[in-house]
């Protein structure tokens, strides 16, 4: 029976062992670094996609299949026992889908050993959204896969990358190189992660996404164009805008972006003063290296590099997460990329290619982008999500309008998720997902013709954005993302 079912506990050390071998593996690959000159060529194999998901959702996933043949996808779920089930039916990564399932933890083996280990533990906070929930296996998510993949690879990466040195420089048989990570019911393209990808060295520790989310203290700007990014590596501002240090632009980082290139911007682009449209508490601004992390909008997705990867201990990095309960996964994973001192790069694709100065141009923004959703889904999102989204904001209303009662944080702008209770020292943990990857649905943006074109050749992916409530028609949504995903096999650019 070929059943790879791995099951990893979370806050408990058997794993261990193969988070040292992942770093060994990491060490040995920084080492061999190739310069970007010299890297073979992406190919679309060499990625890894990454999904978390409840067994009710997962026929969005599976929708997504078109899209992403001969590129493994790595699946992560709560239960164990689900898991060994469904890589029996679907074969596992020897399948024709190429879908390792995996489980964040395993009820019954915690069961057995007396200890109560939900998704927080022995002493579960108040979770306000589904999303808190998820949060957790969505922040261990990439760590899973990566370890995941290290361990079913039959080439251990020191052996390939000797031999890719000796043979010239051919190509170096890592597992993989880069690892995309978004929601269940996000659409990656292939064609054009490849063509952004192929202009970074997968050698270099980089996270990268152009749609970040920050909590300024007051409010949450989505995308935020306050976000303590950095600029790549390969950018010379004296030839993209005349100087070298232009005022409120991020800094080229080089070869890795620390939190502290990200805070020197932010500092800058504030002057070091507070409040105003971005520049919300003195906590937000920090001073040197220690203002607030930015994180990727979930839907919108980022991708890491294997060799950012490499360098995470499972145990720290799960410590990390479990410090931040409740959050949402994908405000984890900017943080605990934060502390082990990483940064995102914002690839600010518009400013190379002479379209815009503005590093955070939302006609540029090739991550989650509300436009590139509108031109692949068309009208058939809206009509089957319409009604979802309309009970949505209906219940946000009223879930303000009780906290403003209340005289709760709803003074402030900061709007709530459904049923959030807003409790003392959890800054923020009831505060609810924007949707910044779909159009508002009043402001359309004057993003025209040639605009569109151009985000549709290059947007990297599209978020659908399935809100996580029960009364939500999953099966017509799986059929608008089947749809999109036949579409994107189809097209050859
Ligand atoms: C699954 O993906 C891996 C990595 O891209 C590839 O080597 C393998 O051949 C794929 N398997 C199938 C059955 O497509
Ligand atoms: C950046 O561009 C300027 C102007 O073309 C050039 O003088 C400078 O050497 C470049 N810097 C680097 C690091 O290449």
Not at 438 to 462: I, K, M, Y
Request: overall charge neutral; charged content about 15%; proline content about 6%.
């Amino acid at each position: 029976m070929i059943l790879t079912v791995i099951i990893l506990l979370f806050g408990l050390s058997a794993t261990g062992g193969s988070s040292s071998v992942a770093r060994a593996a990491g060490h040995r690959f920084l080492r061999t670094s190739r310069s970007l000159a010299e890297a073979a060529p992406l190919r679309p194999s060499e990625l890894i996609i990454v999904y978390t998901t409840t067994p009710s959702r997962l026929p969005l996933v599976h929708a997504t299949r078109p899209a992403r043949r001969g590129i493994r996808t790595v699946i992560v779920l709560q239960d164990a026992r689900e898991v060994a089930q469904l890589n029996e039916r679907y074969g596992g990564e020897k399948s024709e889908h190429n879908e390792t399932y995996l489980a964040w933890i395993d009820h019954a083996s915690s069961a057995s050993a007396g200890v109560n280990v939900g998704p927080y533990g022995r002493t579960a906070p108040v979770a306000t959204h589904s999303l808190h929930l998820l949060g957790p296996a969505w922040a261990m998510a990439p760590l899973l896969a990566h370890a995941a993949v290290l361990a079913s690879s039959s080439t251990p990466p020191l052996a390939t990358a000797t031999a890719a040195s000796t043979s010239g420089g051919s190509s170096p048989l890592s597992p993989y190189r880069w690892m995309l990570i978004a929601r269940d019911d996000t659409l990656w393209r292939p064609h054009q992660v490849v063509r952004l990808l192929s202009q970074y060295n997968d050698g270099v520790a980089t996270a990268i996404s152009d749609h970040l989310i920050d909590f300024n203290g007051h409010k949450l700007l989505a995308p935020s164009a306050a976000a303590a990014v950095c600029l790549p590596c390969s950018f010379n501002l004296t030839e993209l805008l005349g100087r070298r240090h232009p005022p409120g632009v991020p800094q080229p980082s080089c070869p890795i972006c620390r939190p502290a290139s990200g805070c020197e911007f932010r500092f800058n682009l504030c002057g070091g003063l507070t409040g105003g449209e971005y520049c919300g508490t003195k906590r937000f601004l920090g001073s040197g290296d220690r203002c607030s992390h930015s994180w990727a909008a979930g839907g919108a997705g980022l991708a890491l590099s294997i060799t950012l990867l490499s360098y995470f201990n499972q145990e720290e990095w799960a410590g990390c997460v479990h410090a931040q309960r409740p959050s949402t996964g994908e405000r984890s994973v900017g943080r605990c990329l934060w502390r082990n001192g990483f940064s995102f790069t914002h690839p600010a694709a518009g400013l190379p290619e002479g379209l815009t100065k503005d590093v955070f141009s939302s006609h540029h923004m090739l991550f989650g982008n509300p436009v590139v959703r509108q031109e692949i889904f068309g009208s058939s999102a809206d009509a089957v999500l319409g009604p979802a989204y309309n009970a949505e904001a209906a219940a946000v209303r009223a879930a303000a309008a009780a906290a403003a009662a209340a005289d709760k944080v709803a003074a402030t702008g900061v709007v709530l998720a459904p049923g959030a209770v807003s409790r003392d020292g959890v800054e923020s943990s009831g505060i609810t997902v924007p949707a910044s990857t779909r159009l508002p649905s009043a402001g359309a943006q004057d993003c025209d013709r040639e605009c569109r074109q151009w985000l549709l050749r290059r947007g990297v992916n599209v978020h659908l954005d399935v809100p996580y409530t029960d009364d939500v028609d999953i099966k017509a949504a799986a059929t608008v993302l089947q749809a999109a995903a036949e579409g994107m096999a189809r097209a050859t650019d």
